[in-house]
């Protein structure tokens, strides 16, 4: 039985924790009312405080945001090789049955489509409906090429800041991968967001420290993922898959975001216009109606 009853009524805002399978204690956050959302953040390895409310969607679910192992709330593993993303499927499972869900409705924003969509190849019976919000798609080889990602941040040219942000930008993607400049990495948060406006400055500003680097370097470390093997199971899922892109986002573009809805057989894409990398912020009655719709109806 689910601890979720129909008749309880949330509070606005309350934390619960919980022992995932190597004895680590992992911490949850819940708020709104409705059916449960259980809510995967991003970073990689970020505490899941950015997600807020979700734009207002849990005025209708229950949201339900999972600070991963050595963020936020959560406990630090002793083993941190289990920062890895597919050791963390044991987590989003040890969450469903705590929470007594039979099927659970799961929303993943950014790196944690990846989580996501390793959780659903492992436990496909459990998912009844996928949202995976500006996902990123290593673990099925989609990630964007730097000629993506700039392409998309050039089309904003033309004015500041995101001039400056673009160059800063360049000059991240051509670092190869490797420890980012903390100077352009912040240069170039305004290409992040559809409107560089105070929210969005806000958000970037509450963002210090929500992020365990060690456990991002881990994340997508050697062995995480087989692509091949992740994309052949894909093919055999049966759950409802909604791929959210921004219009202005380059981390999926709206294009690639079609190609990760392509793997899945009931899977969707949709474009929020004028949106970046953290959708709910840009318009939040937009996100939180589209989300609801597909959560309610699949549609």
């Not at 409310?53 to 959560?74: E, N, Q």
């Not at 944690?112 to 996928?130: C, D, E, I």
């Not at 500003?205 to 091949?228: H, L, V």
Request: glycine share 10%; aromatic share 8%.
């Amino acid at each position: 039985m689910s601890i979720f009853s129909a008749s309880a009524s949330a509070s606005a805002f309350t934390t619960f924790s919980f022992t995932t399978y190597d004895g680590t204690e992992l911490a949850c956050h819940v708020q709104g009312e409705g059916e449960p959302l259980i809510c995967l953040p991003g970073g990689a390895m970020r505490a899941s405080a950015y997600l807020g409310d979700l734009g207002g969607l849990a005025a209708t679910r229950r949201l339900v945001l999972l600070d991963s192992r050595g963020t936020g709330h959560s406990a630090f593993p002793q083993d941190e090789s289990t920062y890895r993303v597919d050791h963390q499927v044991a987590d989003v499972e040890a969450l469903r049955v705590h929470l007594g869900l039979e099927r659970m409705d799961l929303l993943a924003h950014s790196a944690s489509g990846n989580l996501a969509m390793l959780y659903l190849v492992a436990y496909p019976q459990r998912v009844r409906r996928l949202a995976l919000v500006t996902p990123t798609a290593w673990a099925v080889d989609l990630a964007p090429i730097p000629e993506q990602q700039l392409e998309g941040a050039r089309r904003r040219a033309g004015s500041e800041p995101y001039d400056t942000a673009i160059a800063a930008y360049e000059r991240l993607l051509a670092g190869g991968g490797g420890i980012p400049d903390e100077a352009d990495r912040i240069a170039a948060m305004p290409l992040a967001y559809g409107r560089w406006d105070e929210v969005a400055r806000a958000h970037v500003a509450a963002s210090t420290g929500e992020r365990n680097a060690k456990a991002a370097a881990a994340y997508g470390g050697p062995g995480a993922f087989d692509p091949p093997a992740t994309r052949a199971a894909l093919r055999r899922v049966t759950s409802e898959v909604l791929v959210l892109a921004g219009e202005v986002d380059g981390n999926p573009d709206p294009a690639l975001a079609a190609r990760i809805a392509e793997l899945f057989p009931r899977g969707a894409v949709d474009v929020q216009p004028g949106a970046g990398h953290f959708p709910w912020l840009d318009d939040a009655a937009w996100f939180a109606a589209r989300l609801e719709r597909f959560l309610a109806t699949g549609a």
